[in-house]
């Protein structure tokens, strides 16, 4: 597969990958090895990042388009996104709560569909 699809399976940045992952296709098999068995760099680049988008959008609590409305638009380390936990600015609540939302409505109506289907008799 091609390095980006890699990266992003493994949750890391591409750009801050080293030289030899982002110039070499990776297989399947290297894939489940990393995930297993990570190499020093992939522990370190998850540990402190730079992170990607998604990475990011998660630590934070938010979605990406949320990211989006915040003006996020590079990747953060750790420590930026520890700081903004810290001292999180007004656009960081308001998509933090919309988010919260979100989430619970979708919960609700995952358990209403739930419920529907729990009352259709099954078809043998």
Do not use: C
Not at 18 to 29: A, C, L, M
Not at 38 to 54: F, I, S, Y
Not at 60 to 73: F, K, P
């Amino acid at each position: 597969m091609k390095p980006a699809t890699a990266a992003q399976k493994l949750g890391v940045y591409l750009p801050a990958t080293p030289e030899s992952f982002q110039s070499q296709p990776v297989s399947r098999d290297e894939l489940n090895d990393m995930i297993a068995r990570p190499p020093q760099w992939l522990v370190d680049l998850r540990k402190t990042g730079p992170h990607p988008r998604p990475v990011v959008a998660h630590k934070l609590g938010v979605s990406n388009a949320g990211l989006a409305r915040g003006e996020v638009t590079e990747p953060l380390t750790s420590e930026q996104i520890a700081g903004l936990l810290q001292n999180p600015p007004e656009w960081l609540v308001r998509e933090r709560a919309v988010h919260a939302e979100v989430n619970e409505e979708n919960a609700r109506v995952k358990a209403v569909k739930a419920y529907k289907r729990s009352l259709t008799p099954r078809q043998n």
